[in-house]
């Protein structure tokens, strides 16, 4: 039904922004080593995909704060609440070290530190997401016929 469908969403795009992550941070690796420079193909290619990552994780951010915020109230239970405001919470806050990040012109230390949290992240979502699918929706009262 729908709680599968969006929890199998919110997995499948967290893929997606670690995807577009890994691309991003290789050519941020590369720009530093000079390699781009050799290539200058490949160099221009890992650059221009470089706005896809922000603009990915800003647009799922949406997603995540809504769909995790309707999951919660449709199946209501401690860990999931304490997981998904936490998640969200997070998420939020590695928004802003992906702008710290871009800002400090993607040290290999920020760009590891932006890692740690994408993985923190994830295993929250993953144990968010099996809360989730094992807690039964909440009862809804018939409507009152007059």
């Known amino acids: 039904g729908w709680t599968g ?6 997995l499948f795009l967290m893929t997606l922004i670690g995807m577009s992550g890994a691309v991003t941070a290789l050519g941020d690796t590369l ?8 290539n200058p193909v490949v160099g ?12 990915l994780a800003v647009g799922i951010a949406f997603y995540m704060l809504v769909v995790l915020t309707r999951l ?3 199946r209501p239970s401690p860990t ?4 998904g405001i936490g998640f969200n919470l ?3 806050a590695q928004l802003g070290l992906g702008l710290l990040n871009v800002w400090l012109k993607a040290p290999v230390w920020m ?16 144990v968010f997401s099996a809360t989730i699918l ?12 007059v």
Not at 44 to 55: D, K, N, Q, V
Not at 80 to 83: E, N
Not at 114 to 121: R, V
């Open 5 to 10: 469908a969006a929890t199998l969403g919110a």
């Open 31 to 38: 720009l530093h080593l000079d390699v781009i420079h050799t």
């Open 44 to 55: 221009e290619t890992l650059l221009a995909l470089r706005i896809y990552h922000p603009t």
């Open 72 to 74: 919660m109230l449709d």
């Open 80 to 83: 999931a609440y304490r997981l």
């Open 90 to 92: 997070l998420y939020v």
């Open 111 to 126: 760009q590891l530190v932006h890692l740690l949290i994408t993985d923190i992240l994830w295993i929250m979502l993953v």
């Open 134 to 145: 094992a807690t039964r929706p909440q009862e809804k009262p018939a409507p009152v016929r």
